[in-house]
């Protein structure tokens, strides 16, 4: 660790008292939720939408959008970490347990990579989004996900960083082998636990 | 004239360097919120035009604050890089680096990051700047004038008052850009005014069906910015963004 110390800094955007255990190192609360995209925002409608689970599985399966409504949801209140410094705490989620969707799919595989509408992909191991850890949200805030922040539908993988939880998510691949998703490939950590500041390669 | 050879340009991403302590050697007033800090890096080395340094503050009882700045400056420019920085009133680090630094000053900071928002030498190329969204720009549009002065490289650039025109006089010693006031123009002017548009983007001569396009802004600003280049005909897969956030 280095000892440096900058000259007459203070700080003066502390967390609010109570709270610093909760904001992961060198991250900051926010009480806003930013929007951070690497381009356009895709217009994915209801209608066109669809989740996929495929690639090595026991079971395909791919659920429209009025299927996916069907399955049971769950109200998930996390804190939200973004690798750009922000924290923001209790953030009220509404979707569908990863658990719930991957329960008869069976994954023969423990790598994934998540697919997006417009391209963008995340990798993640089965681990990191099974026994309570993710989630395929349609609702924040007691609303309906707004487009900005991946509607219709998002990934919610809330104990990593916030670029995992993949906006406009169409689907998940199960793969046999490790492979970088879109920031993976592009100067971002492969893995991007907060609390150990995964933020960029060899970190 | 310097030139990349094929050998060097366009350069790889590399394994960004560990935290390391820089000296300011110079700090220009670019606008009455914004100025730029040419930073001495020990272990630099060269950076892609549109990648960012993450800077870190920490306090005597260990309070750190971390944020990314983007490079202002050419990776030809061995030895230093320049960050460009707005203060925001509510801002943290942003605030300290304006108020407090001088020259002499020391600061810890790690970098460069990122492989997504950077240019490696494509043309025709048109840059999409909202305010201090200009900055990463900037880095690109003045490798491209040092490294490939006959690429195609233009930038339209808006600003929502005379007052907040960054890189003024350098910008002004080339041909490249095209000013737009979004609240107010100055007395006198007779070039664009409001927000970007269609025309604009057409007045550029970057033609969309071969050209690569890289906004940068607020999110309002990129949003707009990145629909309406989609619209005018430039290909999703070439169009890259980087939304600045409210913080700082």
Sequence with gaps: MSDFVSRAFGGRRRPPEGLEARIPPGQYYEAGFPVLTAGPTPRVGTGEWSFTIDGMVGAARRWSWDEFHALPYEDVRRDIHCVTKWSKLDADFRGVSLDTLLDGVEPLGAYTMIHSFGGYTTNLSVDDITNGKAWVVTEYDGDDLPREHGGPARLLVPHLYFWKSAKWVAGIRVMDNEEPGFWESNGYHLHGDPWREERYWND | ?248
């Design chain 2, 1 to 248: 004239m310097e030139r990349l050879t094929q050998d060097s340009s366009p350069l790889a991403p590399r394994t960004p360097g560990r935290w390391q302590v820089g000296t300011i050697t110079e700090i220009v007033q670019e606008t009455p919120h914004v100025k730029s800090f040419r930073i001495a890096v020990p272990m630099w080395m060269p950076h892609l035009p549109g990648q960012h340094y993450d800077v870190r503050l920490t306090a005597p009882d260990g309070y750190r604050a971390q944020r990314s700045y983007s490079i202002a400056s050419s990776p030809l420019d061995e030895g230093t890089i320049e960050l460009t920085v707005d203060r925001l009133d509510d801002g943290e680090v942003s605030t300290y680096l304006h108020d407090v630094l001088v020259v002499g000053d020391h600061i810890e900071m790690r970098g460069p990051f990122a492989a997504y928002f950077v240019w490696r030498g494509e043309a025709p190329t048109l840059l999409l700047g909202g305010g201090s969204g200009v900055v990463p720009l900037m880095c690109m549009l003045r490798h491209q004038r040092r490294t490939e002065p006959n690429a195609q490289m233009r930038l339209v650039y808006s600003v929502r008052r005379a007052d907040e025109v960054i890189y003024a006089p350098e910008l002004a010693a080339g041909d490249e850009t095209t000013l737009t006031f979004s609240r107010e123009a100055p007395a006198g002017w007779s070039g664009h005014c409001g927000r970007i548009d269609a025309e604009l983007i057409a007045a550029s001569g970057i033609d969309p069906a071969s050209g690569s396009l890289f906004a940068c802004g607020s999110n309002g600003f990129v949003e707009s910015a990145s629909q309406l280049a989609l619209t005018v005909g430039f290909a999703p897969e070439r169009i890259r963004t980087e939304r600045y956030g409210p913080t700082g």
